[in-house]
């Protein structure tokens, strides 16, 4: 991976930052659709260390962390969600940037195996306050909810009635005005693949 050579090459402690987040991102997406983790402990132990800093969160931290859970241990992923959510608990409105953030940490938590930890910041999500209108979110939140009901129970009765409730209106209406036709297929993608992790079989 180029990003990966220019991270490895690079003397530039600035130049060097840079290309370690630009190729975690990368990593994170290939990882994400492949299985495929093209880092080592070395260099997830240096990206932990971008992140653990992190005293307040601006836009830039929360794309950045968004987009690379998958190569963070899952004690960084927790303590980083639980302090965003923190710092968002007091806020009037909050974004649909910050939901999704962490709502993929969630998603990450439950792919390595830990549904409980998940399930907490599932919780603070949900005690934030989201605009009215952000159905993104509340439609992500549910999917999630939808998870964890069939890792307790292994039954994909709850992913069924999910995928059955965006067929609703205004869910469908607003499912039919994103750009990206591909949402309902990527949620049977990451079902499929919680599916696997949690080897519950054909319930």
């Not at 800093?53 to 303590?79: G, M, P, T």
């Not at 608990?89 to 993929?104: A, F, M, P, Q, W």
């Not at 509340?138 to 939808?146: D, H, Q, S, T």
Request: aromatic share 12%; charged share 25%; hydrophobic share 40%.
């Amino acid at each position: 991976m180029c990003l990966l050579d220019k991270y490895q090459q690079s003397r530039d402690e600035f130049s060097k930052v840079e290309y370690l987040l630009k190729s975690a991102m990368a990593m994170n997406y290939y990882l994400d659709l492949s299985g495929k983790d093209l880092s080592d402990i070395k260099y997830k132990v240096t990206l932990a260390k971008q992140f653990n800093n992190i005293r307040h969160w601006f836009k830039k931290e929360i794309i950045l962390f968004a987009n690379v859970q998958l190569l963070l241990d899952e004690d960084s992923v927790y303590k980083l969600s639980r302090s965003l959510a923190s710092e968002m608990y007091d806020k009037k409105l909050v974004s649909v940037l910050v939901g999704n953030t962490l709502i993929n940490a969630v998603f990450a938590l439950l792919k390595e195996k830990q549904p409980d930890k998940a399930r907490v910041i599932l919780n603070a999500t949900c005690q934030l306050n989201f605009s009215q209108n952000d159905l993104l979110t509340k439609v992500r939140i549910k999917f999630m909810k939808a998870l964890l009901n069939y890792i307790d129970t292994g039954k994909e009765y709850p992913i069924r009635q999910f995928l059955d409730s965006l067929k609703e209106y205004p869910i469908r209406q607003f499912l039919d005005s994103l750009e990206d036709g591909h949402l309902k297929e990527s949620w049977i993608f990451a079902f499929l693949q919680i599916k696997n992790i949690y080897n519950h079989g054909n319930n």
